[in-house]
């Protein structure tokens, strides 16, 4: 797609610029001592609607990730990777112990939340990798619960799982669900030691520490238990990777008995299952890209039927909570933005009322979630793409009043909310807060006086006053008159507004999940270099509302490419940095961004791109039945089975469109065992990039052996990836230290 540019010089001054930005010495240092591994060529034929695709490295493909040959070629890649940045390995370790300097290293790694007569909480210990569970008694062991209530500390603390005794042995581990028995005597915890993110169940008694011997394997890592204390709900997975059965498991009996409750038959649809805040029922929801449909279970009879509580219909969507007689939904029907409607429990799937509806002519405004209490609604909702939250009150006759929430802003240009929650029976809504310059922070807030008292914030030490770092909201102009979000943030004792400092710039844009500013202390260590970082709310995600999704999807798709690049456009013409000074990240769905973007920008713009675990070979996989999340997410991409939607995938899809031109340094990263995006499509895209590009510039390929789509689990080892990756941009920008 052609682009005109307004950069402030003419077409013939930015093509002397670009010719002198790709000879700079700095990108010519990113030579490796070894010639990158060239595996031999297959060529395979695709053919699909008359047409023929030949891919020469289609054999990478290996779902049992054993095949000798490719392993061998995935450590020469990343051979290839520590040779080409082996004169950064100074660099990286400044980095890492930079950042892990930066960590107070036995903070809470999860700020303790009330649940009955506990407080739960996780914490870590310096030098170890993973959190330790643990719980304390509340002291008064009463209902009622206020803002300014805290864990006394000088009770014993129980420890209820030390994650690094249980990874001892594993380059893999994480903890998925962690649920603790209605009576707090029993623990169920789903642990994965892969990657692959298939769980294993295991079951403890906290009364003496000893592990049951019921173990349920391959599971989703969704688990409930019933109110009797003795019943639990699980999900598994089918060959595709699809959480696809329930089950019922008690306590004491085999695996082998327990029964199939439902099997979801179509495709496109995925299982996942949560207890409702009051403890009354038990929900399993079964979704698609685009419809959903909840069934509900008393948790007070285990063993009494599931019912569907509103029948599947194409397009709608919706979620579920309850309260006294009733059932409160947050659906999209007849409401793009989502509406709030109640039903009585006796006859679920017929609406009484709407409660809360904004529409289109009103501000824009998106209700993303919703919580119920005792005494209150609190709903998280956007207005003009920032969160707030609005919490509505029942009168002394139950009737909840609608005409005039209390709405709770926060100060910030950018920030994310996340994480509403709060005991049912109690007056307290508890909030977490993070934006690009402040960082993680709970919050807790009297419901019936508005009072928000900060209960928790990450300690941040060995770093200049974070009142240095200056987070920002922007306006861009896309082509076609769009306004886009941009979140930016520097440190303003070393930005100056004249176009000389490098830029990184994030993109995700896809699913309607919107890429909110959080707080990462490793990005510090770019700041404090003169780096200012920027996220592009692009079309595609869900900042905006559905209308902003939907402009992003389908045959809308290169919308969420094009708006990166006038973003780009827009923060040079406002010269936060210039021509040849940007760099790009993105991951998954972010990575299909990156390769799309750099495929249709203009040539020398970026100085770098890091692209993480990348969905790069969209149109092969779209076609391919047998990989995971094809079938369903052929309603986020649409399904080139049909025509018209091949053509238009195979005209962005970054595999697919590798051209002959110059690109800048590229650092790809991919996991072995990844269950969303296979390993093979960033090792094939690599190996394109390779053979076509006509520069001399690396492109590099980091696979992480041992993990899956989530990278390294262990902190440390996280802190390790991060410092690889700045090292890399480090380099690209001309900053050696």
């Known amino acids: 797609m052609s682009r005109i540019w307004k950069v402030g010089m003419s077409l013939a001054t930015a093509y002397v610029t670009t010719q002198w930005l790709w000879k700079q010495p700095v990108l010519a240092d990113l030579t490796a001592k070894m010639a990158p591994p060239v595996p031999t060529r297959r060529p395979f034929a695709m053919d699909a609607h008359g047409q023929v695709?030949?891919?020469?490295?289609?054999?990478?493909?290996?779902?049992?990730?054993?095949?000798?040959?490719?392993?061998?070629?995935?450590?020469?890649?990343?051979?290839?990777?520590?040779?080409?940045?082996?004169?950064?390995?100074?660099?990286?370790?400044?980095?890492?112990?930079?950042?892990?300097?930066?960590?107070?290293?036995?903070?809470?790694?999860?700020?303790?939340?009330?649940?009955?007569?506990?407080?739960?909480?996780?914490?870590?210990?310096?030098?170890?990798?993973?959190?330790?569970?643990?719980?304390?008694?509340?002291?008064?062991?009463?209902?009622?619960?206020?803002?300014?209530?805290?864990?006394?500390?000088?009770?014993?603390?129980?420890?209820?799982?030390?994650?690094?005794?249980?990874?001892?042995?594993y380059?893999?581990?994480?903890?998925?669900?962690?649920?603790?028995?209605?009576?707090?005597?029993?623990?169920?915890?789903?642990?994965?030691?892969?990657?692959?993110?298939?769980?294993?169940?295991?079951?403890?008694?906290?009364?003496?520490?000893?592990?049951?011997?019921?173990?349920i394997r391959d599971c989703s890592g969704d688990i409930a238990w019933a109110n009797d204390n003795e019943t639990i709900f699980y999900l598994t997975k089918d060959s595709l990777d699809r959480p696809d059965r329930l089950w019922r498991h008690r306590l004491s009996q085999s695996s082998l008995e327990d029964a199939t409750l439902y099997r979801e038959r179509d495709d496109a649809y995925y299982l996942s299952l949560h207890k409702s805040p009051t403890d009354r029922f038990i929900y399993l929801h079964c979704r698609s890209a685009e419809t959903s449909e909840v069934s509900a279970l008393d948790a007070n009879r285990p063993n009494s039927s599931w019912k569907v509580l509103i029948p599947r219909k194409q397009g709608v969507d919706y979620d579920v909570s309850d309260r006294e007689d009733y059932f409160y939904y947050l659906t999209n029907e007849d409401a793009p933005n989502r509406k709030i409607c109640v039903a009585p429990l006796s006859n679920p799937s017929q609406w009484e009322k709407e409660l809360v509806h904004h529409h289109e002519k009103q501000d824009k405004i998106v209700l993303e979630d919703l919580r119920t209490f005792e005494n209150h609604l609190v709903v998280l909702q956007r207005r003009n793409g920032l969160q707030e939250l609005a919490v509505y009150s029942f009168s002394d006759n139950q009737k909840l009043d609608i005409s005039s929430p209390h709405i709770i802003h926060f100060p910030e240009e950018a920030y994310s909310l996340s994480h509403l929650s709060g005991e049912y029976h109690s007056a307290v809504a508890r909030i977490e807060y993070s934006s690009l310059a402040?960082?993680?922070?709970?919050?807790?807030?009297?419901?019936?006086?508005?009072?928000?008292?900060?209960?928790?914030?990450?300690?941040?030490?060995?770093?200049?006053?974070?009142?240095?770092?200056?987070?920002?909201?922007?306006?861009?102009?896309?082509?076609?008159?769009?306004?886009?979000?941009?979140?930016?943030?520097?440190?303003?004792?070393?930005?100056?507004?004249?176009?000389?400092?490098?830029?990184?710039?994030?993109?995700?844009?896809?699913?309607?999940?919107?890429?909110?500013?959080?707080?990462?202390?490793?990005?510090?260590?770019?700041l404090d270099r003169g780096v200012v970082f920027a996220i592009a709310h692009i079309r595609g995600g869900g900042e905006l509302g559905r209308e902003w999704y939907e402009q992003g999807k389908y045959f809308n798709k290169k919308n969420t490419f094009t708006d990166f690049l006038d973003v780009c456009d827009y923060l040079l013409e406002q010269k936060y940095s210039s021509f040849g000074k940007v760099a790009i990240t993105g991951r998954s769905a972010g990575g299909l961004l990156i390769g799309a973007t750099l495929n249709m920008a203009p040539e020398g713009l970026f100085c770098a791109a890091v692209a993480g675990v990348p969905f790069v070979d969209v149109l092969t996989t779209m076609l391919d039945d047998t990989i995971p999340l094809t079938i369903k997410e052929r309603e986020e991409w649409g399904d080139p089975r049909q025509k018209e939607y091949y053509d238009y995938i195979l005209s962005y899809s970054p595999y697919d469109n590798v051209q002959h031109k110059n690109y800048p340094p590229i650092l790809v990263t991919a996991g072995l065992h990844d269950p969303r995006v296979g390993y093979w499509e960033p090792a094939k895209w690599v190996l394109k990039l390779r053979d076509y590009k006509k520069d001399d510039h690396p492109v590099l390929l980091k696979v992480n052996l041992d993990g899956g789509h989530f990278s390294k689990s262990g902190r440390y080892d996280r802190l390790l990836e991060d410092a690889l990756e700045y090292a890399f941009l480090l380099k690209c920008w001309g900053i050696h230290k």
């Open 53 to 169: 695709r030949i891919d020469e490295f289609y054999w990478l493909r290996d779902n049992s990730r054993s095949d000798r040959e490719i392993i061998d070629h995935l450590e020469k890649e990343n051979e290839y990777v520590n040779s080409t940045l082996a004169d950064t390995q100074g660099l990286q370790q400044v980095l890492f112990e930079e950042m892990k300097q930066r960590m107070k290293e036995d903070d809470y790694a999860k700020f303790p939340y009330r649940k009955g007569p506990y407080y739960y909480y996780q914490r870590m210990e310096t030098g170890k990798q993973f959190p330790i569970y643990c719980r304390r008694k509340v002291v008064d062991n009463t209902t009622s619960v206020s803002v300014v209530d805290k864990m006394d500390e000088s009770q014993p603390e129980e420890i209820l799982l030390d994650a690094n005794q249980l990874a001892a042995g």
């Open 171 to 215: 380059e893999n581990y994480r903890i998925g669900a962690f649920e603790v028995s209605p009576d707090h005597s029993l623990l169920a915890y789903a642990d994965d030691t892969s990657g692959a993110e298939r769980y294993v169940v295991r079951f403890k008694n906290l009364n003496d520490g000893t592990l049951l011997d019921d173990i």
């Open 438 to 526: 402040c960082p993680h922070s709970v919050y807790d807030i009297d419901l019936n006086t508005y009072q928000m008292v900060l209960k928790w914030r990450q300690s941040i030490v060995n770093t200049t006053r974070l009142q240095n770092y200056v987070t920002k909201r922007l306006w861009a102009k896309a082509r076609d008159g769009a306004n886009i979000p941009v979140s930016i943030v520097y440190r303003k004792d070393l930005f100056r507004q004249d176009g000389t400092s490098p830029l990184l710039l994030e993109g995700y844009g896809a699913y309607e999940i919107s890429n909110d500013p959080v707080f990462d202390s490793g990005l510090l260590s770019l």
